[in-house]
């Protein structure tokens, strides 16, 4: 089942990624377990469940993807024990049941090109690595792509040459903003990595944001929870200060691309409830429990992908 939300004149559908078991401290950084495991669950491993499902944007006769999730086909057993997957998803069938192929997809717009959202890009045919969306424009933001080309001793385990060197001739970069078509825009605010970038949708007076790994969870919008592998974690801080502030005042809508319980969410006003939620229809690996008592309420509107 793909789950799907409409938002006007566009259409989001989450394609069928892998689901993980994180390690708590990638996600939380130095939030102790003590504190974030009442919100979210964990299991015995101190591991927490994440999703990396892209997500589709239909709009204007357009097939818009933000992220690519894993390569699954480029992994191997090692890696993929080390990622904690439980399930390697099937994002081609998701398109599939949508009457659409990779040929159908027009632009990816990505937040950043850490593995867990650019392994997707390419995929390899026999011992040949190819695009995996070879009619897409590829939306990056210069210090990303930068960055990419040029890995650290940080990032050299992150930014791969087998997800980009395939791609290189798609790829357009921007510097601190993009409008990639009217309504969506695409936003830099380093933080998470120099070039990370948040996506926002506009529509009849009405705005929704993916804030991308700035905000992780539907339980990440204290300011300063944020993950252990943000490069930049103050500047993370800095953006999602702002960003919270203005969704809060304005009643904005986030997407999420790792949440396992929700797709959607509004939050009330204070930020420590829900006002509405989207529900993931994806089983999530490890539940919440009692354990968790302090997590967000959905004290308006849940639903369910119809």
């Given at each position: ?55 589709l944007v239909q709009y204007q006769g357009m097939n818009l993807l933000i992220d690519a999730s894993l390569g699954v086909d480029k992994l191997t057993d090692k890696m993929k024990k080390i990622a904690g997957m ?40 026999g011992e040949d690595l190819k695009s995996t969306y070879p009619n897409a424009t590829i939306y990056i933001n210069e210090k990303e792509w930068d960055d990419v080309r040029n890995p650290n001793a940080r990032t ?151």
């Amino acid at each position: 089942m793909v789950d799907q939300y409409t938002f006007h004149e566009m259409t989001f559908s989450w394609l069928d990624g892998p689901m993980l078991n994180t390690d708590g401290g990638t996600l939380f950084g130095p939030v102790p377990r003590a504190l974030w495991g009442r919100y979210y669950p964990y299991n015995e491993l101190n591991q927490m469940p994440s999703t990396v499902d892209p997500i589709l944007v239909q709009y204007q006769g357009m097939n818009l993807l933000i992220d690519a999730s894993l390569g699954v086909d480029k992994l191997t057993d090692k890696m993929k024990k080390i990622a904690g997957m439980q399930s390697e998803g099937d994002i081609k069938g998701s398109l599939q049941s949508l009457g659409l192929t990779r040929e159908d997809i027009d632009v990816v717009m990505m937040t950043h090109m850490h593995n867990d959202h650019a392994g997707g890009l390419t995929y390899l045919d026999g011992e040949d690595l190819k695009s995996t969306y070879p009619n897409a424009t590829i939306y990056i933001n210069e210090k990303e792509w930068d960055d990419v080309r040029n890995p650290n001793a940080r990032t050299k385990n992150t930014y791969l040459k087998e997800n980009w060197e395939p791609i290189e001739d798609q790829v357009q970069s921007f510097s601190e903003r993009l409008e990639v078509v009217p309504g969506i825009t695409m936003e830099h605010t380093g933080g998470h990595s120099r070039g990370h970038s948040i996506i926002r949708f506009e529509q009849n007076g009405e705005t929704m944001l993916h804030m991308a790994d700035i905000l992780l969870s539907f339980v990440h919008t204290n300011p300063l929870w944020v993950g252990g592998v943000d490069d930049y974690p103050m500047t993370s801080i800095q953006a999602k200060q702002k960003l919270m502030k203005e969704a809060l005042e304005n009643n904005y809508r986030f997407l999420f691309y790792h949440d396992p319980f929700y797709r959607v969410v509004e939050y009330t006003e204070d930020g420590k409830n829900i006002e509405y939620a989207l529900k993931c229809s994806k089983p999530s690996p490890i539940p919440m429990s009692e354990k968790q008592d302090r997590t967000h309420q959905v004290v308006g509107t849940l639903e369910t992908s119809a």
